[in-house]
């Protein structure tokens, strides 16, 4: 048993923020509260299942993302951490009362069916075949056997060093986000034995972890975005960080299975606290890049993505629902994104150009979210229906310099 709590557990005091700017290129299209206080998600198919820390776990119906309803909830006993769901089961970890699985067999009647009791703190867990891996805040990764739904049994252990916030499991390898013990890697190629074969430090505390392909994505609280090479999975090596302006506590980098890949496969999706989500590019993976984000009233703790969409469990408003557009024309990350000098930032078919002294015909040209050119502009109105929906930039070639601004072309 180790014998101190980490600070980001004791999160039942804290403020939100007000709302802030976003980039233009993230859109929040949908929204649905949670009675209390929303900490973590999954979604697959037409739900999400948001893992309320109050509130027990809540079915969410995201067949139209701009109409999300919660069409179901299941009562479980202490506070629901975070959810994964496999096959028609969702697992919950539930803090001190351990795992519980739930059929969804009927989303709109979610049911117990089983449980089985950590010895810690049940933070987080990851499904993969017949086992859930349980990341117990103080007692290691916990190998939950689940092939009888009803009888769940704990098949085999590993305590690792610092405290399991978030688990991935890829394949034959489990990876630990374990606080200030950074990225832990644990063969369960023998579930009833499992092994720590390599580990990577972190510069902060650990709090989340996606893999995919050979790299983890670790959520650090300290410094952002964490990308580690796990090609060899013995020997985890750091690659690249993007910093962020928050505490990045949840991760995920991949669309669900079986479902379009959506506009930015070659994104990280990170959870930011104050800071709602952030989106960084990983088209490099030694130099990740943020290209995009939205502030949100409450603070940002789990994050989903599924085909075209983003899911923030969010603690002010419960799951937020986003779109995003494009992204590669550079911007200041941190900055509000408005609309100067009478330049429309929202436009739907026609482009407005205020009229200026120095803007002279064809003297501003519009680019597309690379930055290629796709049309040139004049002063007045420009017919911009036939283009696809999205961000695009505006270059006006102005007496002193070139300004660049944003807009977003909607239908």
Known sequence: MKASVPAFCLILFLAGVAAGADSLNVRLVGRCSTP????GLAVTGDHAYVADLTARLRVVSISDPSHVLEVGYCDTPAGANGVCVNGEYAYVADGDSGLRVISIADPEHPVETGCWYSPGYARAAAA?????????????????????PAHP????????????????????????AADTAGLRVVSVAD??????????????????????????????GDSGLRVISVADPANPSYVGDCHTPG?????????????????RPDCAYVANYRFGLRVISLADPANPVEVGYYRTPGLALGVAVDGDCVFLAESADGMDVFELFG?????????????????????????RLSPSADLKPQAASLLDAAGRKVTELEAGANDVSPLA??????????????????????R
């Open 191 to 220: 579930p009833a034995n499992p092994v720590e074969i390599g580990h990577c430090d972190t510069p902060g505390a650990a709090l989340g972890v996606a893999v995919t392909g050979d790299y983890a994505y670790v959520a650090d």
């Open 36 to 39: 209390q206080y929303a900490f």
């Open 153 to 176: 049994v704990e098949v085999g252990c590993y305590d690792t060093p610092g405290f399991p916030n978030d688990v991935a499991v890829e394949g034959n390898y489990a990876y630990v």
């Open 247 to 263: 505490r990045a506590c949840g991760v995920c980098v991949f669309a669900a299975r079986g479902r379009d890949p959506g506009p």
């Open 128 to 148: 993969a075949g017949d086992y859930v891996y349980v990341a117990d805040l103080f007692a290691g990764v916990r190998i939950v056997s689940v092939s009888d």
């Open 327 to 351: 992204v590669g024309v550079e911007d200041a990350p941190y900055d509000e994104v408005g609309a100067p000098g009478g330049m429309s930032s929202v436009v739907k078919g026609v482009l």
């Open 389 to 410: 929906p999205g961000v695009y930039f505006v270059r006006k070639a102005e007496a002193q310099e070139q300004a660049v601004r944003k807009v977003v072309v909607i």
